[in-house]
């Protein structure tokens, strides 16, 4: 499990994030919710220990990340993560090379599901297929939780579907996934769990099973009723 407790995070004198806390289950996909500029984006990144925060406590699997934690976790940026002029074929070798704990036979199978080619320059990428290229150099990592940073954003829909598709099929398996968006509709139906965030703070945290079935509302109920209070 990943646990996030009391996170404050502050760029200068600007606090952007302000006593954040919530947990995120293997096995489970927690999405973070909140428009342009709430501090998701922070939030992964304090995770992954590539940027200080002021206060706080993040622990996965009850340990403050170290370097034998960090093989745990993978984070997938929404922007271009290879060498531009790479192809994807030759990304697909660094990250072998890179990786002890690189999926090569999942590399592949994600390279068929997303119909890409090894002979794709990644320069040349459209948004859809950068975005996929990520999530496929993200998954084909063997760790027990990924983060990924507004996988559907800016893309056709689509590629949204495709994308979406992963999420249900045997690919994630077992792991934990943090996925942040400020776009819920493609992918309601996929998350077990949202942190609602707004100007730094966890306003609401549920789960969306125990939230339909026992108050009969769905995520998007639930975002109105917050976020228009
Ligand atoms: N390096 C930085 N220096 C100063 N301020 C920053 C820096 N990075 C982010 N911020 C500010 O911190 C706040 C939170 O940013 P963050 O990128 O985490 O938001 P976000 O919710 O991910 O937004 P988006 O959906 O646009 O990616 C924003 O106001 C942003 O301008």
Redesign the pocket.
């Known amino acids: 499990m990943i646990e996030v407790k009391n996170l404050t995070k502050k ?2 004198r ?1 606090r ?2 302000e006593n954040v806390s919530f947990t995120a289950e293997k096995g489970q996909i927690t999405c ?1 919710i ?12 304090a995770i992954m220990g590539l ?1 200080p925060y002021k206060s706080g406590t993040i622990l996965i699997d009850n340990e403050p990340i170290s370097k034998q934690v960090y093989e745990k976790i993978t984070f997938i940026p ?1 922007a271009a993560i290879m060498p531009p002029s790479m192809t994807i074929g030759e990304a697909l070798v660094f990250m072998q090379d890179f990786y002890s704990n690189w999926n090569n036979e999942r590399a592949l199978e994600l390279l068929k599901f997303f119909n890409l080619k090894e002979e794709f320059r990644i320069a040349e990428l459209s948004k859809g297929n950068t975005a996929k290229v990520n999530l496929l150099m993200g998954l084909a990592i063997d760790v027990d939780y990924i983060l990924m ?2 996988p559907f ?1 800016g893309i056709d829909i689509f590629s949204r579907e495709q994308i979406a598709n992963v999420f249900t099929s045997h690919l994630i398996e077992d792991r934990g996934v943090i996925i ?1 968006t ?1 776009e819920i509709n493609d992918i309601e139906h996929l998350i077990d769990k949202v942190i609602l ?1 707004d100007n ?1 703070s966890v306003l609401k945290e549920f789960y969306t099973e125990e939230m339909r079935s026992q108050e009969g509302k769905s995520v998007i109920d639930v975002m109105r009723e917050v976020y228009r209070a």
Do not use: A, P
């Open positions: 760029f200068g600007r952007v994030l973070l909140g428009i342009n500029g709430v501090g998701k984006t922070t939030t992964l990144k940027t929404d940073d507004e954003s942040t400020h965030l730094g």
